[in-house]
């Protein structure tokens, strides 16, 4: 036979079990929004700087360059970067790739965007047949102070070559 005090106990335990349990969703809950600071496509301007250039961003378009049996590229090859410097102007950006002997200027588009296209003879150097090879740059920006930032993250830029033994068909 249960004694009356064995249910009281019960419930009393069941409450401090709750608000254990609402308090350890509220921690969660908490920690994955501070991890979560931004949102997708937004930076911090913490990772600005504050006296002298900034690459922001670099993308690679299209994610991997494909080419036909003849090397020739089916559609632009393309990098896009965003750099940033209050103090003074961007005089040149350049994106120069990791254990390749290449480096491309970049164009002024506007505002903080620059971009450089690798045109089908840079590809064809770049090209590996029946492979897609995955190959890393940096964009280096200098401006009129003659200060110079890197890109923290490498863009990637990936080339695939058909297999040129094969027939086409």
Known sequence: ???????????SLMKTKSKWLALSYAVIALSVASGCSTIKGEKSAQNLNSN???VVSVTSRP???ELNQQLQP???AEIVAEVKDFTSKITDVNLRFLNVPMTLPMTHVGGTT??????PEQLKVLAVGGQTINYTANVIAR???????VSQDPVTVSVKTPDLTQPVG
């Open 74 to 76: 089916q559609q632009k």
């Open 114 to 119: 620059w971009s450089a296209s690798l045109s």
């Open 52 to 54: 002298g250039p900034t």
């Open 1 to 11: 036979m249960h004694s009356g005090g064995t249910r009281v106990a019960i419930p």
């Open 143 to 149: 401006n009129e102070d003659g200060q110079t930032a």
């Open 63 to 65: 994610g991997t360059v």
